[in-house]
């Protein structure tokens, strides 16, 4: 599980919208199997912009109908250090987007305590919160059915950053950076968690992230610089023509 390498898609496609609605079908698609498989659908959401869409086209009249909404149980990859209230929270952003809209019950929605002072405090409830959910035993890791990241535009990806020690972490569940360049902490999963997923989708969108992206995907492997190469289980990137346009294999 955790750890190996496992298959990768990528997808391009001409605009936006139609990027939106592929990453909205695998929602919908994965979903319905997990509720089928296993009773619910376990889903870490990102933040940023593009997934900012998404989350709109999914409680918008296309598709809030076509999700088991009181069998969905959404996290988060990564969460900036600051209140619920706060405009750069992802959490904040998700709510505003997608959850206010939808039937998902208060229970299911399980998000990462960054008000705590302490962030590093904050990792930890949230690490025990993914124990208690996914009812782990030590040395376990947990498998969720889809995590949603995106590519910054140093490589970066959930709260994992260039030269952090985070990009290394193989104990932790959830850690707290520190992120120099930001002067600020970050509460994010860690690869392990990252790599267990059942999928991960990258969601990649513009013309200022065509050179990171073709760092990531056909560069020379150095995590330590592209963190987002550090997941390596079943990867799906969904990509527009922007962001594309250095890559060899979409030419």
Same mark, same amino acid.
């Given at each position: 599980?955790?750890?190996?390498?496992?298959?990768?898609?990528?997808?391009?496609?001409?605009?936006?919208?139609?990027? #939106?609605?592929?990453?909205?079908?695998?929602?919908?698609?994965?979903?319905?199997?997990?509720?089928?498989?296993?009773?619910?659908?376990?889903?870490?959401?990102?933040?940023?912009?593009?997934?900012?869409?998404?989350?709109?086209?999914?409680?918008?009249? *296309?598709?809030?109908?076509?999700?088991?909404?009181?069998?969905?149980?959404?996290?988060?990859?990564?969460?900036?250090?600051?209140?619920?209230?706060?405009?750069?929270?992802?959490?904040? #952003?998700?709510?505003?987007? #997608?959850?206010?809209?939808?039937?998902?019950?208060?229970?299911?929605?399980?998000?990462?305590?960054?008000?705590?002072?302490?962030?590093?405090?904050?990792?930890?409830?949230?690490?025990?919160?993914?124990?208690?959910?996914?009812?782990?035993?030590?040395?376990?890791?947990?498998?969720?059915? *889809?995590?949603?990241?995106?590519?910054?535009?140093?490589?970066?990806?959930?709260?994992?950053?260039?030269?952090?020690?985070?990009?290394?972490?193989?104990?932790?569940?959830?850690?707290?950076?520190?992120?120099?360049?930001?002067?600020?902490?970050?509460?994010? *999963?860690?690869?392990?968690?990252?790599?267990?997923?059942?999928?991960?989708?990258?969601?990649?969108?513009?013309?200022?992230?065509?050179?990171?992206?073709?760092?990531?995907?056909?560069?020379?492997?150095?995590?330590?610089?592209?963190?987002?190469?550090?997941?390596?289980?079943?990867? *799906?990137?969904?990509?527009?023509?922007?962001?594309?346009?250095?890559?060899?294999?979409?030419?």
């Amino acid at each position: 599980m955790a750890g190996m390498s496992g298959t990768i898609d990528i997808r391009v496609f001409d605009t936006l919208p139609e990027l #939106m609605q592929a990453a909205a079908e695998e929602v919908v698609r994965g979903a319905a199997q997990a509720v089928r498989d296993r009773g619910c659908f376990a889903w870490a959401l990102s933040g940023g912009s593009t997934p900012r869409d998404l989350y709109r086209l999914l409680s918008g009249p *296309l598709y809030r109908d076509r999700l088991p909404w009181s069998d969905i149980h959404v996290f988060w990859g990564d969460e900036r250090h600051v209140p619920p209230e706060d405009p750069d929270s992802n959490f904040r #952003m998700a709510r505003e987007a #997608m959850l206010d809209a939808v039937p998902l019950p208060a229970a299911n929605i399980h998000r990462i305590h960054a008000e705590e002072p302490d962030a590093e405090v904050a990792a930890k409830a949230y690490e025990t919160e993914l124990r208690e959910f996914f009812h782990l035993p030590i040395g376990e890791w947990p498998r969720f059915d *889809l995590i949603l990241l995106g590519l910054g535009k140093d490589a970066h990806t959930a709260s994992l950053f260039p030269s952090g020690e985070a990009v290394h972490e193989r104990e932790r569940m959830v850690v707290a950076p520190w992120v120099e360049a930001q002067n600020t902490f970050r509460i994010t *999963l860690t690869p392990p968690v990252l790599n267990g997923a059942r999928l991960v989708v990258f969601l990649t969108a513009g013309d200022d992230k065509a050179e990171p992206l073709r760092a990531v995907l056909e560069g020379a492997r150095d995590p330590s610089r592209y963190p987002a190469q550090i997941v390596e289980g079943n990867r *799906l990137w969904l990509v527009d023509r922007a962001a594309a346009r250095l890559l060899a294999t979409a030419a």
